[in-house]
Nanobody, 123 residues
Framework: VQLQASGGGLVQPGGSLRLTCVASGFAFDDYAIGWFRQAPGREREEVSC????????YYEDAVRGRFSISREYGKSTVYLQMNSLKPDDTAIYYC?????????????????WGQGTLVTVSS
């Protein structure tokens, strides 16, 4: 199983980025995929999750209305569109595969993790 996260970078407050997670080595259609982030000095937290069918999504309160998660089955890829970025969004972002079709937002529900991509929001 491999998860390759990309798309991070430096962006000004109010800007946008789209993170990409390319998955391989497992039945992509059968598992939920989540995005987590970890800021310096803080615990890792779940930002968003999308169900295996793509019909259900979860967003952390701090990002709801600004971030949007989606998945493209033909490319085994999950996207996280991040708009109206704030300095508090600065973190390393990771994608991960859940144990099943949905997730309870606990890290324990996830089995494999990507390497992370750094997002820095600063003027």
């Amino acid at each position: 199983v491999q998860l390759q996260a990309s798309g991070g970078g430096l962006v000004q407050p109010g800007g946008s980025l789209r993170l990409t997670c390319v998955a391989s080595g497992f039945a992509f259609d059968d598992y939920a995929i989540g995005w987590f982030r970890q800021a310096p000095g803080r615990e890792r937290e779940e930002v968003s999750c999308i169900s295996s069918s793509g019909g259900r999504a979860y967003y952390e309160d701090a990002v709801r209305g600004r971030f949007s998660i989606s998945r493209e089955y033909g490319k085994s890829t999950v996207y996280l569109q991040m708009n109206s970025l704030k300095p508090d969004d600065t973190a390393i972002y990771y994608c991960a595969v859940a144990r099943g079709a949905w997730s309870s937002s606990s890290e324990n529900d996830y089995t494999y993790w990507g390497q992370g991509t750094l997002v820095t929001v600063s003027s």
